[in-house]
Structure formats: C-alpha cells, structure tokens
C-alpha cells in the first residue's frame, strides 16, 4: 500500500503541476484582456449641478469615488469575480514517539517520530463571487499529495527484536538483522464559506469544509540471514466534514500597493476514520480492517504579503499552517491490531489519538475582475 500510494503521489503531483501553471497562465490573460478592454472605453464627462461645470464637494461624480477599500477589494475596484492560484511549499510534523523495534541491547532502534517527512507541494484554488454587498462566496480547494519518509537501520546480525505488544503480538524467539521503514501521506481539502459584507481591514467568514487524510507506514524486517521476512503495514483514511469560522483580515496597507493579510478559521469535524492492517510473515498473510466515526478538530492560520503589480492583479507570498486533532495516522494503528500467526482470534480497531501539523510557504498570484 505505501509503494502504491508513492507512486499515485508521483503522478498527481507532475498533474497538479501543469494545473497551477495552467491556472496562472489563464488568470494573468483574463486580466490583460480586462484591462485592454477598459482603456477603450472612453471616459465620461463629469456631471453638472447648477453651473456649466461646476460639481459641488458633496458629490460624487465617478461611482469609483464613493468606494471603500475592504478585503478582497483593497483597492476598490469593485470586482465580480476573484480568483488565486498558489503553490503550497509545505512540511509535515514528524508523527508521536512510538516505539516500533527494539534493540537487542536494549532501548528503541526505530521510532514513529524518526518518520519525519520532508517538503511536499501542491496547488490550491481560491474563487470569489462577489455578491455587491461587499461581501462574498469562497470557494477553495488544495491538494498535497507527496509527503515522505523513509529509515533503514544499520544491518547487524540479531541486533533487533520486536516490541511485545499490538500487530508484532509477543516477543519474538528469531532476532532481526535488517529493519526498513517508510511512512506517505496526502491532504487534501475542499472549501465553501459565505463571507460577510465588510468595509473596513476585518471580515467574517462562516461555512462548509471537508478535509482527507491519508496515511500508509512499513515497516519490513529480516532475521536469520535473511529466511525470516516480515512486513508489517497500516493503511488510514480520514474523511472530516464539519462546519467552520473564521475571519480574514488586512494588518498594513489597506487601499495601498503593498499590504499584509492575516487568516484564521477553525471547526469541529466528524471524521469518518477506516483503517486497513496487514502482517506478512513469509508466505503466510493476516489483515484486519475496522472503522470507527467520531468528533475532530481542524484549525488553519496564514499570514500573507501581497504587492499588487495592477488593481486587478496582485503577486501572493506568506506563511500558512494547518493542524488535524483527533485522527487515525498510520503508526497509531500498530498497537491496536493483533495479528498473530499463532493461531489466536484475529482482532483489530481504528485508533484515532492522533494529530498531524503542517506548515509552509505559500507563493502565487491573484486576480480581480
């Protein structure tokens, strides 16, 4: 499963990539078409009041004038639509300590906490309608498909045994001389939230969200020069839904070229958790699979620097985290099965006291039209 799940990511992730360039390409040629189109329309003679030309202070003679700068209009373009396209540079926190292989000697060879992924990417699409209120309707969507890991510890003649307890069973007589280790996995997210009419740095944002994550770990064992093989891997599927809140919010430099932007939401989730668990020992094959629904966190937080090169284009670059609470992850599983091949009652069930935080850079652009 983990070798199957690497080699999806791969090729979701040369996908994705031609997806975010394609996503780019269209918004910066949309925005030059606007703006061609806007200089061809000749600009109207202001109004007069009383006097051949004369306004009076009190009016407005250009609806531009009577704008407010806000989020998602910081320039006050009034736009219809807007749209970004970024890429998510990102690293996920190394799972909880858990001890997997023992020494001979005695202590820990292989912890869960050792299976620290490096940088993964992946795209995200932003679309907003706006609704003439000053406020709108988000829809959102990311997906990063190749976090990865991988340990191998040194070969030593039995210099390994295995843990005592969960999908290992009991001790094992056989010593181990060769342990190898690799953990993927994905996130993926889908957003639709109402945001409210504002006119000022702040705004409030409520709605929908549904959050996938995936997990696969494996761990393969040697002993006896090699005549005793083991493999031992744990597959999870979370699927949160839940219901979210939040606000956006420009920190520095509303209405000018540069300004700096600050995101927070956080929900309650039910996560529909189902896990697949499966011992090999030589030719002889055990797995187990449960799944179990229950109550989970999501929490995002961002901090972006924006520099508008046009009032309807703007280049994107920040900071942004996310953390899951209350999930099943791939190693947590290890010590809630038991898959002996002693011939005792094969049992197993979804452990779900696991959280993941994840964190990275975000670079793109954005678009208003």
Known sequence: MAEALQGRASGWREEWDWLVVAAIVALVALGF?????????????PLAFGGI????????????CCRVPHVLDPLAVDPLWSGRAEALLVWRGSPQSLALIDSA???????ASQLGSGMAAGPRFTLFRHTGDDGAVEFNYLRVQ???????????????????HGIFCCPSDTPIDTVSSSLTSSLQSFELNR????????????GFRWVEWREAVAIRTTGVSGIVNNTYRSSVWNDLYGWQGGFDSILYGL??????????????????????SVRQANSTTLDVSSRVGQ???????????????????????????FWLGGIAQGPNQFFAQELCTNGSPITGRTDTGGSVWIQGITLGLEARY
């Open 33 to 45: 078409v606007r703006q061609a189109q806007a200089e061809e329309v000749a600009p109207e003679p």
């Open 53 to 64: 030309g004369e306004v009076p202070a009190t009016a407005c003679p250009a609806p531009a």
């Open 105 to 111: 000697a005695g202590g820990t060879a292989l912890d």
């Open 146 to 164: 190749s976090f990865q890991a991988q340990q191998a510890l040194p070969t030593t003649d039995g210099g390994y045994v295995q843990t005592p």
């Open 195 to 206: 945001r409210f009419p504002t006119q000022g740095g702040w705004q409030w944002l409520t």
């Open 255 to 276: 209405g000018g070229p540069f300004r700096i932007e600050g995101l927070g939401k956080a929900g309650l989730y039910y996560d529909n958790a189902v896990q697949t």
């Open 295 to 321: 109550a989970a966190f999501v929490g995002e937080v961002g901090l972006t620097a924006v520099y508008d090169v046009f009032d309807w284009l703007s280049v994107r670059g920040g900071y942004a985290a």
